[in-house]
Nanobody, 120 residues
Framework: QVQLVESGGGLGQPGGSLRLSCVASGFAFSSFGMYWYRQAHGKGRELVASITFSGRVTNYADSVKGRFTISRDNAKNTVYLQMDSLKPEDTAVYYC?????????????WGQGTQVTVSS
């Protein structure tokens, strides 16, 4: 079955950096685009960054553009989110996501999430 396991969250300082990892299993990782979302307390889930199956194309939310970098290593079935110049408003639970399409629709798979807290 599809499994996504995030790691790397924790306490970060304003202006500092954290690197999140998501290890995938149970599907052909190198054939699927991957996504990072986040959800702050009391708010909806927000798409932060995406990367195509090859890694050639990436997209970012305006709120993180120029500060976060998404990348992937298809040999390791892993997608990363490098977070630099952290701000307190980056505090959230971060989730890895993959969407599998079928003839009748799609299924979203999520990891368990990793907490990122930015505070001095």
């Amino acid at each position: 079955q599809v499994q996504l396991v995030e790691s790397g969250g924790g306490l970060g300082q304003p202006g500092g950096s954290l690197r999140l990892s998501c290890v995938a299993s149970g599907f052909a990782f190198s054939s699927f685009g991957m996504y990072w979302y986040r959800q702050a307390h009391g708010k909806g889930r927000e798409l932060v960054a995406s990367i195509t199956f090859s890694g050639r194309v990436t997209n970012y939310a305006d709120s993180v553009k120029g500060r976060f970098t998404i990348s992937r290593d298809n040999a390791k079935n892993t997608v990363y989110l490098q977070m630099d110049s952290l701000k307190p408003e980056d505090t959230a639970v971060y989730y890895c996501n993959v969407r599998h399409y079928s003839g009748s629709g799609y299924v979203d798979y999520w990891g368990q999430g990793t907490q990122v807290t930015v505070s001095s």
